[in-house]
């Protein structure tokens, strides 16, 4: 092929590269917020892993939670409103040498951007997507939201929600996705495990976290998943059997379910893209010239 | 200038296109100019569907208005089209099929009965093999050698198994023969001409202009008449090295496309205008996060579902506008499939200089007509520049550094020392977002108003660097024709016979849209005496643009809503009442 494109030199050998740390930004969260968790374990996990931060892109839609990539000092986009997925997707396929991870909420996530969601599952894309769950619409100030509880009242629902949450962790199983665990915001040592191990993970790694809201969410606290989290690595379950990953999904009241609930190794979307085989797309050569003999097909 | 054209009609299902192109893709071989037409209805089987195949030994830009020989599978063909039959013209039908008297048609035109399903039982008990005795029976009537006709029925059936082809060959040779047998080749025939040239339509064309221009991810979402862009680089994804995703919707697409161009990648989507509505919030985010991405929008007659097979420019106005608030864009309206390639080229150079979305603007009829071209026509020698160009390690790298071109240093992931964060909200120039605890703190509104500046900056380098309006035809004409996008074609094939008459007209044709230089466009109009605004729409859209541009006023226009493309004689009609 004609023209090629030089891949970037690194100016450092792979040791010395800076690796994620904070960034110079400081969260805008509420004092209290379960996502200072999230970004903890993020941070620690890639730091466990020692992936520079050159080849990290965090990538959010919009929520509080989606100004996570703000916060590290990697490479970010910060997004529209429940295109979290697509655009991560697009920035893996367009250099697959990057870590990609997803981050937002569950009304970015299961609200507005679930079709995409379902869909990047079911491909088995190597992402890492990390949801900071907390039940309700923050930043629009406390509406419900699609894992809000039957029942609960938020201002959009004065007399209380009357449709059924949907369930994450079993939506995740039954799209496909190949890792699915779900943590809790306090629980931050725990929960960077599931990050770093979902980040590990040759697939499509789903972390849904109990992230709650400590302003409008009176009913989700800290407090009410203290008392009931348990550790599935503490209760025998085994995450290589689908079966019991659902009936463990399904959970919810005194007990709820925290930790891997699935993961099994298939190959990943990357791995079947076969024009991938020669490198991350961003540094294969382009162009036609000198490959004048496919006009003839025209003739 | 010597020319012919076929019709074939019948029923969807009954293989009309592949009939019609094998005709048009002979002439086409033979050296002659071709246009074909597939008019097509959106069902898969039943309803009528019907191809044209125009030929002639110089350029033609369009369909035209006649035929001279008629194909016809069923009798609604006959019902419908018999009347664009030129004086001498023939209808080939199969009295099997349905009777038809020399009484059924003008008194003009000759019937030539051809026992297609009789031919097509001697090879094999499926009917469609009847079309192979029809195409040998046309291609005899029509002047295409033997042996042309052959090869093209070989290459199309040419990966079947069995005797498909041997079928065919057999077929379309006892057709041909036939034919023979009852009269003299037509005589408008035009002998064979050399060399072969190509027959693209203009997705083909911007297929192939993307993927020249260095496109290695292109994503899309299935819609008329949109599709065949990705079908063609879809066919080529390996050989070439493009990856073709084909996405769950258009949200996907573009964000895709943005997800793609932000790690590196030179990227397309493409779809219809309804596609297209649903990419506009993200296409205000690639102008907000100044991610270079091109769009193409196919358009068909709309609104809503509209008429997902017919054609129309009626999206205009949704491509001006799309997306909440202002950011920079620029919309390249080919005509035909040439200029469909090298804008197809220039939407990417352009986005890419100016880190913005490039909009590509056709319609149905471009899409998916098929035009000659000449091999010549098509450069593949496109300079292709490294994206990375930024220095790994520059202190303090500022990703929006406002500029007077409003154009900033562009880095990518997995470059050391450039790390910064894209983003859809309002941003300073390091990518720190303004919108939330900083948004209306003074510093913060001089920012904004400085990011906003830098970013519509774009739009004047743009409008100096998109291709200008054209003046074809001479110049002091006492009428000019106004026209963009594929109705050029007709206005081209309307001035060569308005010529014939005795009447000069010229064509001030807009390949940009967006942004226009008012300066250029009204010093191009100083000249022009009477003009003659054709549109393929019902509000005169870009009359309204070129008003609110330059204050030109367009007291004539054609707009034209049917769903059916621009007809010269229609053209010429209009261009003699307001002559």
């Not at chain 2, 369009?62 to 069923?74: K, R, S, V, W």
């Not at chain 2, 084909?246 to 161009?261: K, R």
């Amino acid at each position: 092929m004609a023209e090629s494109v030089v891949a970037p030199i690194a100016s450092h050998s792979a040791t010395q590269l800076p690796i994620v740390g904070k960034s110079e930004v400081r969260p805008t969260w509420c004092p209290g917020c379960g996502d200072y968790s999230v970004v903890a374990s993020i941070e620690m996990a890639l730091k466990r892993l020692k992936i520079p931060s050159k080849d990290v892109v965090i990538v959010s839609g919009i929520g509080c939670s989606s100004n996570l990539p703000h916060f590290l000092s990697s490479y970010g986009f910060h997004g529209l409103h429940g295109r979290t997925i697509p655009v991560a997707e697009g920035v893996r396929w367009g250099n697959h040498g990057l870590t990609v991870i997803g981050t937002g909420g569950d009304g970015d996530g299961f609200g507005i951007g679930v079709g995409h969601l379902i869909h990047a599952m079911r491909r088995n894309v190597k992402l890492t997507y990390v949801t900071m769950d907390n039940q309700v619409y923050g930043l629009t100030t406390g509406q419900a939201s699609p894992t809000s509880r039957m029942g609960q009242k938020t201002k959009s629902t004065p007399t209380g929600v009357i449709e059924n949450p949907l369930d994450p962790v079993s939506l995740a199983l039954a799209s496909g996705a190949t890792y699915v665990a779900r943590g809790f915001s306090g629980d931050v040592k725990h929960l960077t495990d599931l990050v770093a191990n979902g980040i590990q993970h040759k697939g499509f790694a789903f972390v849904d976290v109990f992230s709650p809201c400590v302003t409008y969410n009176k009913v989700n606290t800290f407090d009410f998943f203290r008392q009931r989290v348990y550790k599935l690595e503490n209760a025998g379950h085994d995450p290589s059997d689908l079966g019991a990953a659902f009936q463990r999904s399904l959970e919810w009241g005194d007990k709820i379910p925290i930790g891997l609930f699935y993961s099994v190794d298939k190959p990943t979307y990357e791995d079947l893209e076969q024009v991938l085989a020669a490198g991350p797309l961003a540094y294969q050569p382009s162009g036609l010239k000198g490959r004048e003999k496919l006009l003839d097909e025209f003739v | 200038m010597k020319e012919l054209a076929v019709r074939v009609g019948g029923q969807a299902g009954d293989g009309i296109a592949s009939i019609g192109e094998s005709i048009a893709r002979s002439f086409s071989r033979m050296g002659l100019h071709v246009f074909g037409l597939n008019a097509y209805q959106s069902v898969i089987r039943g309803g009528h569907v019907w191809y044209h195949a125009r030929a002639s030994e110089g350029k033609v830009h369009c369909q035209g208005d006649t035929a001279d020989i008629l194909y016809a599978l069923d009798r609604q063909t006959v019902d419908v089209h018999a009347s664009i039959l030129r004086p001498g013209g023939t209808v080939i039908f199969d009295p099997e099929k349905f009777p038809l008297a020399p009484t059924d048609v003008s008194s003009e035109i000759h019937l030539l009965p051809v026992p297609t399903l009789e031919i097509a039982r001697k090879y094999t008990s499926q009917s469609i093999l009847q079309n192979a005795a029809g195409i040998g029976a046309t291609a005899f009537l029509a002047g295409i050698p033997i042996d042309v006709i052959h090869q093209v029925l070989t290459d199309s059936f040419g990966r079947k198994a069995g005797d498909v082809v041997t079928w065919n060959i057999g077929a379309s040779t006892d057709g041909y023969r036939f034919a023979e047998t009852k009269g003299p080749i037509h005589p408008k025939a035009i002998a064979k001409k050399d060399p072969p040239k190509l027959l693209m339509t203009g997705n083909q064309a911007i297929a192939l202009g993307a993927a020249a221009a260095g496109c290695k991810f292109l994503v899309q979402y299935p819609m008329t008449p949109a599709t065949s862009i990705m079908h063609w680089l879809a066919a080529h994804s390996r050989a070439l090295g493009i990856v073709v995703k084909q996405s769950e919707d258009e949200l996907a697409s573009i964000n895709m496309a943005i997800g793609a161009s932000y790690a590196g990648v030179r990227t397309m989507t493409a779809s219809s205008g309804g596609g297209f509505a649903l990419m506009t919030e993200g296409l205000g985010m690639a102008g907000m996060a100044e991610v270079p991405v091109v769009v193409v929008d196919a358009a068909r007659a709309g609104p809503s579902t509209g008429l997902p097979t017919k054609t129309e420019q009626g999206d205009l106005n949704l491509l001006l506008g799309a997306g909440q608030g202002e950011w920079p864009r620029a919309i390249l309206a080919p005509s035909d499939p040439v200029e469909a390639y090298n804008l197809t080229v220039a939407a990417f150079d352009l986005a890419e200089r100016f880190q913005t979305p490039v909009l590509v603007l056709t319609d149905f009829h471009l899409a998916e007509a098929m035009e000659g071209v000449d091999r010549e026509e098509i450069n593949f020698n496109i300079p292709i520049p490294s994206l990375f160009t930024v220095e790994p390690d520059s202190h303090r790298y500022r990703r929006y550094l406002d500029t007077e071109s409003g154009v900033s240093p562009r880095a990518f992931p997995g470059q050391p020392g450039l790390n910064h964060i894209a983003l859809s909200d309002e941003h300073d120039e390091y990518g720190g977002d303004v919108s939330d605890i900083r948004a209306g703190i003074p510093a913060a509104i001089a920012v904004r108003k400085k990011m906003m500046e830098k970013r519509m900056r774009k739009l004047k380098g743009l409008a100096k660097e998109v291709p200008p309006p054209v003046l074809e035809g001479p110049p002091d004409a006492p009428l000019t024709f106004v026209a963009w996008g594929s109705p050029v074609g007709a206005v081209r094939d309307a001035m060569a016979i308005l010529q014939e008459k005795g009447k000069a007209t010229n064509l001030l044709r807009f390949p940009t849209l967006y942004p226009l230089d008012p300066d250029v466009v009204r010093s191009m109009f100083a000249r022009t005496r009477k003009t003659l605004l054709v549109e393929g729409n019902f509000s005169g859209q870009f009359a309204h643009l070129l008003r609110a541009e330059t204050g030109i006023e367009f007291p004539h226009k054609f707009l034209k809503y049917d769903g059916e493309p621009f007809y010269p004689h229609q053209i010429v009609a209009r261009a003699q009442e307001v002559l």
